[in-house]
């Protein structure tokens, strides 16, 4: 995507990130938060510092603090320069301020700030990476990137989605994202992988199937079984495109951190019994990022209290580093 000849400024609601020391050995010393070298970035990244949404939906409070926790895990993990792969260039944008209150006028606020916020980096010509944060704040997040990137309404915006839960809640909250994209950015087909039918109800599993033409995919528990011979994203979303790539425009991807297994992530606003490896995980993450229409990417559900000596938050990270290989190495062979 060709930058924008304009001078960057800063995105709106934000508010800078704050890092602990980074030391010169790990990536994250080559994160750079002046906007001035924005310019020379490729990829963005976004903090969503709200769980509002996870306390309206009587979930674990914490997950405001993940941006934070995120940060601090990646001051410790992640060589600068691993053999064989330079890293893409990351701007960090900061943290989008959300608004007061624990109620559904607030969320609303707070969704719409994260929108303008999103749009501002994709109209620099970025590519976003959020971190959350409740999963409700997916829906704005990508809400920019269809506005952004759908040029007629004709075109496709699909999305791959790993959570235990399908989140399509009709109510304010956590559980709301993947139903309001449906309905109110007319976004899908959808692909979730790490559902878990023990926690869905049978009024959300008949509304997602029924969604979207009846083309939203549950992916088989062996998907994550056949990781290895996977040989790329269009493999690993064969279901969601019928066979024909072609079929898909644009594409997000989002991570709720509780599609690992609780022994992994302890520290999500709703653990998981009977969830993936981080290993799998990042397998998959690596392999949905490097799709070549992929249009915006989000790590959620972070929750630094629940969390047991940032296990989860290095989870987290791990899985970062994981969708920036997977962007640079996907971009670099399509340009081939």
Request: one cysteine or more; glycine letters at 10%; a negative charge.
């Amino acid at each position: 995507m060709p930058k924008p000849t304009d001078p960057f400024i800063a995105p709106p609601h934000t508010t800078p990130a704050i890092w602990p020391d980074r030391p010169a050995s790990r990536l994250a010393s080559l994160i750079t938060t002046d906007p001035a070298e924005a310019g020379s970035c490729e990829v963005a990244l976004l903090g969503l510092p709200d769980d509002v949404g996870v306390r309206l939906n009587n979930g674990r409070p914490g997950a405001a603090d993940g941006p934070r926790a995120f940060r601090a895990a990646l001051t410790g993990y992640g060589i600068a320069q691993p053999a064989g792969f330079n890293w893409p260039r990351v701007f960090d944008a900061g943290d989008v301020t959300p608004a007061p209150g624990v109620h559904a006028e607030g969320l609303a606020e707070t969704h719409a700030r994260i929108t303008e916020a999103a749009l501002a980096l994709h109209r620099a010509g970025l590519f976003p990476i959020a971190i959350g944060g409740g999963h409700d704040l997916t829906f704005p997040f990508v809400r920019a990137a269809i506005q952004h990137h759908r040029a007629k309404a004709t075109e496709t915006f699909a999305g791959v989605y790993f959570d235990a839960h399908l989140d399509v809640r009709p109510t304010p909250g956590s559980g709301m994202p993947f139903r309001s994209l449906i309905e109110d950015c007319n976004a899908g087909p959808l692909m979730i992988i790490g559902h878990n039918p023990l926690a869905n109800s049978r009024e959300h599993a008949a509304y997602f199937s029924s969604a979207c033409g009846g083309r939203n995919i549950i992916a088989d528990d062996d998907l994550i079984g056949r990781i290895d011979d996977l040989g790329g994203p269009d493999d690993l979303l064969a279901p969601l495109h019928n066979e024909d790539p072609a079929s898909i425009d644009h594409l997000f991807c989002s991570f709720d951190l509780d599609a690992l297994d609780a022994s992994h992530a302890p520290g999500v606003s709703a653990m998981n019994p009977a969830g993936m490896t981080t290993r799998e995980a990042a397998r998959l993450m690596f392999i949905a990022a490097s799709h070549p229409r992929l249009r915006c990417l989000d790590i959620m559900e972070l929750s630094p209290p629940n969390d047991d000596k940032g296990r989860t938050a290095r989870a987290a990270a791990h899985l970062f580093l994981h969708a920036l290989m997977g962007l640079k190495l996907g971009r670099e062979i399509e340009q081939r």
